[in-house]
């Protein structure tokens, strides 16, 4: 099972890669959100699938005895989701704040791209004879 | 200049500079108290572990060399740091003047007593910081922090260079520990890495002393104040790749690689620029020139082997450091009281100023080598050391006499230029400055007849110790008044009267060297200029096309630097396979993997938002599924939460963007690339996977956390135990970054537009 689970992480994570590279930012959240998913899988998966039984400790027992599914990627992919969660919040903002400034969405507009700090050289001389 | 007086800060100047006198004082003291022991033969050392593990020790010593060098740093410390009181009276920021100046001393004393060599090129670098800071001193003057640039890369470049050959001698077997050097130097010489630590060392040296072809830093670095110009670039610090040189000379010297570079390198750097000392109307300009024909002088006796040649070297350096330092202060002198130190509008100032007169001549005649002073003894054993050369002694005697000659015109041209003749009408009158400023040049001049008249004492107590600590042989070193009628003395003859046909000629000679200068094709300072100007423009082209804005070259860069990092040691390894499932046991997970996948491709064809939507609700719907068929509904009810409140924000956000359908498509050949990086992710994190499947599970911390999440925590359910017991510290951070980002999601919501 655990192969068709690797297949899937990868078919998920290019289909994320493809709408994040889209240029329509509002295709990138979606990609952010498909990655999430991705990794979160990839996560769970590098854990191994042996058991359906959850880790919990029976009562009675003081240790967990018999066999159950692996506990700890569980308890890094819950920690990943909120995250997760927390960014894709953010980001949707971000972007619902940027089209309210600059009317546009689209990543390769002009308006959203950094403006290179114009003549860094300056205070450097262009060549010129002088002083050996 | 002369409203100092009048300042208020004029006083607590002068209380700085005698207060902080004291400690070069204090260090000079203590060398005066070594000094009968080492000029014995005596070593003193001692030595603390820093980092042993790199073989990095504070370990420092002092032998006759370094005794050289330390008095000329401490004395010429003592009497700077008195002259600056007076030189720097009414400044402003003569607090951060005397920190500069005596880090920079101490850095030098760093230099000359280290014992180790990544010691000593902590210090060495710790010089060229603060030549650059005493340098570019004047920040508000555009013109000195150029210089002070241009002296940093050009030292900085060189003390890199340096380092590398640090790094390649240790390689090449050679020890960190300078003291051991004395005899192991001949399989280093033989090792195939020489060439390169020859290369790097001496490019170290040459930049640092300002030889061809990096002589052009040290006359742009007299933009600094006066007493720096005379401290720095006069006695000390140019003076650290001559020393360099000495303290390598029994490790890589006597190759024929070695003594070619240094003989040419130094003859040609010796006339070329005491043929420049009279282009410039500065005297500080001047001197600078005079400066790199001594370090050139140096540099070609260095290439020597035998007694005689080094002799000569380590003479002159003392020659040089006392009529070089007294003239630069005499200039500094000239400049406060006239406020010019433009040759063409000064003359006459030996009435007003006895003192620095007579300290003056007693420099110039050092200088230009007259009988009696010690210039004549170094003229004398610069020449029988040129003669001894083992390699090229003529061109290094004709070197010799032409640029001792020059020097002997540039003398009479300092002297006499601002001191006789007639006093300038423009010219106020002049006197004499306050006894802290005239006592360094008196000092230093009337040393140079002490020495020359007491050779023997010298030779003995000074330069004998100096030579043998870097002369593994020990031949005798003695220096004489007079040494017979013998070659030298016909050569100290030539040179007084070629000396005197330069002064007559000097105008137009002076004209003519600055012309050539000019008319060379390629000069070296002009190519630093034009470097650094293609330098700084192509860092400029590849920032901008590196940092060009683009989201979509962003992440072009990133994932194919991810998939050539990964796919490379993965294609290594051949192809990865994983057995097939039994589909009979897994048959409704089949099916959700499915859906998953149908609900990806929903997502990634979707032509408007509610297709989208739809879809990324379907994955995320699917994937919890899969978390609960496999033992993990904790993360699954997680998971089921947080994708309907993902649904419920993307769809309110949504609504207030642009619809899908707006968007420009992007053309069939990006959208070929992009398909094809995707692919190449999406392979990469799959066979990423399936590699890591391969490999046996390590449970042991899972293990644990069975183990003890009961016993130590009380808690049965044990991935709710991890999350608030064991890594609490983790989810308190995911705590924050929730809280973080809704504060500022918050911030950028409520953002109003601001009143105009």
């Not at chain 2, 207060?19 to 050392?45: D, E, H, N, Q, R």
């Not at chain 2, 000195?144 to 390689?171: E, F, H, M």
């Not at chain 2, 670039?233 to 070619?260: D, E, N, S």
Request: hydrophobic share 55%; net charge neutral.
């Amino acid at each position: 099972m655990e192969g068709v689970l690797a297949l899937l992480v990868g078919l998920v994570f290019a289909a994320a890669i493809y709408l994040m590279l889209s240029g329509v930012l509002v295709r990138f959240v979606f990609g952010f959100a498909l990655a999430s998913n991705a990794v979160n899988l990839l996560i769970f998966t590098a854990g191994r699938l042996a058991h359906d039984r959850p880790p919990l400790i029976s009562v009675g027992q003081e240790v967990l005895s018999e066999p159950a599914a692996n506990a700890l990627p569980q308890a890094l992919i819950l920690t990943a989701i909120v995250i997760g969660f927390a960014m894709l919040t953010f980001l949707l903002v971000l972007l619902y704040r940027t089209y309210a400034e600059t009317g546009t969405l689209n990543a390769d507009d002009p308006r959203l791209m950094d403006e290179m700090q114009e003549d860094d050289t300056r205070g450097t001389h262009p060549p010129e004879r002088g002083a050996a | 200049m002369a409203s100092a007086k009048t300042d208020p800060h004029a006083s607590g100047t002068a209380r700085i500079g005698l207060y902080s006198s004291l400690l070069p004082l204090g260090l000079l003291i203590g060398l005066f108290y070594c000094w009968p022991a080492v000029a014995a033969g005596k070593v003193i050392s001692v030595s603390y572990p820093w980092m042993p593990s790199l073989d990095l020790y504070l370990s420092f010593r002092l032998d006759g060399l370094s005794l050289l060098f330390g008095l000329i740093i401490c004395g010429a410390g003592v009497l700077v740091t008195l002259y600056s009181a007076g030189y720097m009276a009414g400044h402003p920021q003569t607090g951060r003047y005397f920190f500069f100046l005596h880090s920079f001393m101490l850095s030098m004393l760093g230099i000359v007593t280290a014992d180790n060599l990544l010691l000593l090129f902590v210090c060495w670098e710790g010089t060229t910081v603060f030549s650059y800071l005493l340098i570019g001193f004047d920040h508000e003057s555009g013109k000195a922090r150029d210089n002070a640039r241009q002296a940093l890369l050009v030292t900085g470049a060189g003390g890199l260079a340096l380092l590398i050959g640090i790094l390649l001698l240790k390689l090449a077997g050679g020890s960190y520990t300078i003291s051991h050097w004395m005899d192991g130097g001949g399989t280093i010489r033989a090792h195939s890495l020489y060439p390169f630590i020859l290369i790097t060392v001496l490019l170290g040296a040459f930049t640092k002393s300002a030889q061809f072809p990096f002589h052009f830093w040290l006359p742009n670095a007299m933009s600094a104040p006066t007493p720096i110009s005379a401290f720095l670039h006069a006695a000390t610090m140019v003076k650290a790749g001559i020393y360099l040189l000495m303290r390598f000379h029994p490790l890589l010297g006597g190759t024929t690689a070695w003594m070619c570079t240094l003989v040419i390198v130094g003859g040609l750097t010796a006339v070329w620029s005491a043929l420049q000392a009279f282009g410039p109307l500065d005297l500080k300009r001047v001197l600078a020139f005079t400066t790199t024909m001594a370090l050139g002088m140096m540099t070609m006796f260095l290439g020597g082997q035998s007694a005689p040649v080094l002799t000569a070297a380590a003479t002159f350096l003392l020659v040089h450091a006392l009529y070089k330092a007294a003239l630069f202060l005499a200039v500094g002198i000239i400049d406060h009281e006239t406020g010019t130190r433009q040759l063409d509008r000064l003359g006459g100032l030996g009435r007003g100023m006895p003192l620095t007169a007579l300290a003056v001549a007693a420099a110039a005649c050092s200088m230009a080598g007259f009988p009696l002073f010690f210039g004549f003894i170094g003229k004398e054993i610069m020449y029988a050391g040129a003669l001894a050369e083992d390699m090229f002694p003529q061109f290094a005697t004709v070197a010799a006499v032409l640029a001792n000659a020059l020097m002997t015109a540039v003398a009479a041209v300092v002297l006499l230029g601002p001191f006789a003749g007639r006093r300038p009408s423009a010219l106020p009158a002049v006197h004499d400055p306050s006894w802290t400023m005239w006592l360094g040049p008196v000092i230093l001049g009337m040393l140079g007849i002490v020495f020359g008249v007491n050779p023997e004492w010298v030779s003995a107590y000074i330069i004998q110790p100096a030579v043998w600590a870097f002369h593994p042989a020990r031949e005798e070193v003695l220096l004489t008044l007079f040494h017979g009628f013998n070659m030298p003395l016909l050569l100290s003859a030539v040179t007084l009267s070629l000396g005197a046909l330069f002064y007559g000629v000097r105008r137009p000679l002076g004209r003519m060297i600055t012309s050539i200068a000019e008319r060379l094709p390629l000069s070296a300072g002009g190519s630093y200029d034009t470097g650094l100007y293609w330098f700084l423009k192509g860092a400029k082209g590849i920032t901008r096309r590196l940092q060009n804005g683009s989201l979509h070259s962003y992440m072009t860069i990133i994932l194919l630097v991810l998939v050539a990092a990964v796919a490379w040691p993965w294609m290594q390894r051949g192809v990865l396979t994983h057995p097939w499932p039994n589909l009979g046991d897994h048959f409704a997970a089949i099916g959700v993997v499915l859906v998953i996948g149908a609900a990806t491709l929903v997502v990634l064809a979707a032509k408007n938002r509610l297709m989208a939507i739809g879809g990324l609700g379907a994955v995320g719907t699917g994937v919890a599924l899969i978390f609960l068929m496999f033992g993990a509904p904790d993360i699954a009810l997680t998971q089921l939460l947080i994708e309907t409140l993902t649904l419920i924000i993307v769809s309110l956000v949504l609504l207030r963007l642009p619809p899908l359908e707006a968007a420009k498509k992007r053309r069939a050949y990006r959208r070929v690339m992009d398909g094809a990086l995707a692919l190449g992710a999406g392979w990469v994190m799959a066979s990423l996977l399936m590699g890591v499947l391969q490999h046996p599970l390590d449970r042991s911390l899972t293990a644990f956390f069975e183990g003890h999440s009961y016993l130590a925590a009380h808690g049965r359910n044990i991935v709710n135990v991890i999350l608030v017991d064991f890594r609490a510290l983790d989810t308190f951070g995911e705590i924050t970054v929730v809280v973080l980002a809704a504060w500022a999601g918050v911030a950028l919501i409520r953002k109003t537009k601001e009143p105009s």
